[in-house]
C-alpha cells in the first residue's frame, strides 16, 4: 500500500515537472488582510483564513484537504498541485490560470481563472471557486446568511476509530508525545507494579532522542502507535509531508524496537477528509480518544480522576501525555495513575492495549 501511494505520487510529481508547460517566476502578493469564517464541506463546519481577490474567495491551499483531494507543493515550478484520484491541477503562484492534466491525453490543458494564486504569510492562497469547480465539487453561496457550501462528492475513510466496543468492560490508557527521560520512566515503573497494559503515541524524533526508553516501554508489554515524527498539526500541511511524518516515525520504531504497527493518532485530533483516506491507503488506522484528561494543561491528580470517573464507559479509549516539562505539569498524570488504576478495576474494567480494544471491536 505504502510503496503503491509513494509511486503515484512520485509519477505524478515527475509528470507535473516534465510536462507542465511555460512557467513565469511568481509575482508578490500585495498586503492583502485575512479574515476567518466558516465554510461547510459536506455539510461539516470548517473555520478558515479567507481573503477577497477581484470578488473572489481565496483560502489557504491545504484548506481543500477538507474536500478529500490532496495538496502538494512543486517547487520547480512554484506550483500548488491538487490531486483526487486521476484528476490532477496545477496553480502557478502569481498566475491567474490553472493547469489541467489529462490522463487520457497525457496532456496539460491551460484554464483561466477568476482570481491568481498568491503567496501570503508563508501560505499559498487559492481561488476556491476555481479550484473546487475544476476538481467536479459543487460550490454553493447562500447570499442570505453569506456561507459558502461545498459538496465534494467524495466519500470520506473509514479508518477512523473513537472507541471500542461498548458491550465489553475494557478500557485502554493511551500515553502521547514521548518518550521522555522525565515522566516515562515514572509511568512505566507505576504500569509495572500494578500489572497494567498502556499504549504509547510515540514521536519520531523523541524515539531518536530517547531508544532505551522505547525499549523499555515494548519489553514491558505495552504497545506502541504512531504519533508523527514533528507533531505537526497535520491540517496545515501538505499531503507528502504527512506522508513524510508517517514514514519516517515508522522506520525509526522499526529500527529501535523491531516493529511499527499499523495505528497512527493525529497531533491535536487534526486531520482532513484527505489526510484520513492518504492515511487508509498507507494502511494506518487512525486512533482518537473519548476520554480527555486535559493533563497536559497542568491538572492536579484529583481533577484528572474526576473526568476520568465522570467520563469512562466501556471501550473508553483515555488520553493522557509523557512529554518532559521543565514546568512539571504532568505530576498530576503520574499521581492520578495508580487511583485511575485501582478505581476502575474495582468498577469491573480491565485495561487493554488499542490493538487489543480494537480486535475485540
Ligand atoms: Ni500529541
Known amino acids: 500500500m505504502k510503496r ?77 498541485v491538487f490531486q483526487f484520484e486521476d484528476k490532477m491541477v496545477s496553480l502557478p503562484v502569481g498566475q491567474k490560470y490553472l493547469d489541467e492534466y489529462s490522463n487520457t491525453t497525457g496532456i496539460w490543458n491551460r484554464h483561466h481563472m477568476l482570481a491568481e494564486t498568491i503567496w501570503h504569510n508563508n501560505q499559498t492562497f487559492v481561488s476556491l471557486v476555481d479550484v473546487a469547480s475544476k476538481l467536479g465539487m459543487n460550490v454553493h453561496y447562500d447570499a442570505k446568511i453569506r456561507k459558502t457550501f461545498i459538496t465534494s462528492h467524495i466519500a470520506s475513510a473509514g479508518n477512523i476509530i473513537r472507541r471500542g466496543n461498548p458491550h465489553k468492560k475494557l478500557v485502554a490508557l493511551t500515553f ?49 502507535a504512531n504519533h508523527t515524527w514533528n507533531h505537526p498539526n497535520l491540517s496545515m500541511v501538505t499531503t507528502s509531508r504527512l506522508v513524510n511524518e508517517i514514514r519516517s516515525t515508522q522506520r525509526i520504531m522499526e529500527s529501535t524496537v523491531g516493529r511499527a504497527p ?40 484529583k481533577e484528572i480522576l474526576d473526568i476520568v470517573k465522570r467520563d469512562v464507559s466501556p471501550g473508553g479509549i483515555i488520553l493522557q501525555h509523557n512529554f518532559h516539562s521543565e514546568a512539571r505539569v504532568l505530576d498530576g498524570t503520574v499521581a492520578a495513575l495508580p487511583k485511575i488504576i485501582e478505581e476502575l478495576r474495582a468498577e469491573g474494567y480491565q485495561f487493554v492495549t488499542i490493538q487489543t480494544l480494537m480486535d475485540l471491536r
Do not use: C
Open 4 to 80: 503503491i501511494l509513494f509511486k503515484r505520487i512520485a509519477l505524478l510529481t515527475l509528470l507535473t515537472s516534465i510536462i507542465l508547460p511555460l512557467y513565469s517566476p511568481p509575482v508578490h502578493s500585495q498586503q492583502s488582510s485575512l479574515s476567518e469564517d466558516t465554510i461547510y464541506v459536506d455539510q461539516q463546519a470548517i473555520k478558515t483564513k479567507y481573503m477577497m481577490r477581484n470578488g473572489q474567495l481565496l483560502v489557504p491551499s491545504v484548506f481543500m484537504k477538507h474536500t478529500g483531494v490532496r495538496v502538494n507543493w512543486n517547487d520547480a515550478y512554484q506550483s500548488v
Open 176 to 224: 502521547d508525545d514521548g518518550p521522555d527521560g522525565m515522566y516515562t520512566p515514572q509511568i512505566l515503573d507505576i504500569l509495572k507494579k500494578k500489572h497494567t497494559p498502556a499504549t504509547f503515541f510515540v514521536i519520531g524524533k523523541q524515539v531518536e532522542a530517547h531508544p532505551q526508553m522505547m525499549q523499555r516501554i515494548v519489553s514491558e508489554g505495552h504497545a506502541i
Open 262 to 301: 499499523d495505528i497512527m493518532r493525529p497531533p491535536y485530533g487534526a486531520l482532513t477528509k484527505s489526510d484520513a483516506l492518504v492515511l487508509q491507503e498507507m494502511g494506518m488506522r487512525v486512533v482518537m480518544w473519548n476520554v480527555d484528561t486535559l493533563d497536559w494543561s497542568g491538572k492536579s491528580s
